[in-house]
């Protein structure tokens, strides 16, 4: 089961460009790297997800270097809609990966 | 909207009541999920349907019961609960439960509080 690690919290301001670290060693060679965005009281919603180089959609894009070992969420022009948890999932097969850890909190500032 | 509904919104309930909580998902989804987010905690896993079939129970007490009479609806039925049974229950779907690629699709939940 590949473990992630996050930081905490960040904070940032309205404009910024944010970028979220999330390290994952023990990565399987067969892994997906999911992100998801949850508010207070909601479920999470899904962001972004990739295998390996990098993945852009509408909202964000995703940087996985060759060793996997770590990628990176980032969000362009962040505003305070933006503030959120993030959280970074590592998922193989059946439940392996669908165990969600504390997130980072993401504060954006005026 | 998510595509995953879960009724009701809130729930108060007392220690001896029994109730159930609903979703049902509109996506074509195989696999349901249902998670247990306590204050200020992480996503607590809780159980995993794959084509009806319950494929996880991660360890929950028994006061929790799950049912799954088809791929689109979920139910988790509740009796006897504790006070710290309190906390924000979330259904999810995804294509099915074996696609390491698949995401999940969430609710926005049940927020369930014992008395």
């Known amino acids: 089961l590949a473990k992630t690690t996050q930081p905490i919290s960040m904070d940032s301001y309205e404009g910024q460009e944010v970028n979220i670290t999330c390290s994952h060693n023990?990565?399987?060679?067969?892994?997906?790297i999911t992100w998801y965005q949850q508010f207070p009281s909601q479920g999470p919603r899904f962001i972004i997800q990739?295998?390996?180089t990098k993945v852009t959609n509408e909202v964000a894009s995703l940087f996985i270097p060759a060793d996997r070992k770590s990628s990176t969420l980032s969000l362009p022009r962040v505003s305070l809609s933006d503030t959120a948890v993030y959280y970074c999932?590592?998922?193989?097969?059946?439940?392996?990966?669908?165990?969600f850890g504390k997130g980072t909190h993401l504060i954006i500032q005026p | 909207e998510t595509g995953v509904t879960q009724t009701p919104r809130h729930l108060v309930m007392g220690m001896t009541n029994k109730k159930s909580l609903k979703c049902e998902q509109h996506?074509?989804?195989?696999?349901m999920y249902w998670y247990k987010q306590s204050a200020k905690k992480p996503l607590e896993l809780m159980f995993v349907?794959?084509?009806?079939?319950?494929?996880e129970n991660n360890s929950v007490p028994s006061r929790f019961s799950p049912e799954c009479p088809n791929s689109s609806h979920l139910f988790l039925h509740l009796h006897t609960l504790q006070p710290e049974d309190s906390a924000l229950y979330l259904c999810?779907?995804?294509?099915?439960?074996?696609?390491?690629?698949?995401?999940?699709?969430f609710g926005d939940g049940t927020r369930l509080s014992i008395l």
């Open positions: 990739g295998y390996k």
């Open positions: 349907y794959n084509f009806k079939e319950q494929t």
């Open positions: 999810a779907s995804s294509r099915t439960g074996q696609m390491k690629e698949s995401p999940q699709h």
């Open positions: 996506l074509g989804h195989n696999a």
């Open positions: 999932l590592v998922r193989g097969g059946g439940a392996d990966g669908l165990t």
């Open positions: 023990n990565i399987a060679t067969n892994d997906y």
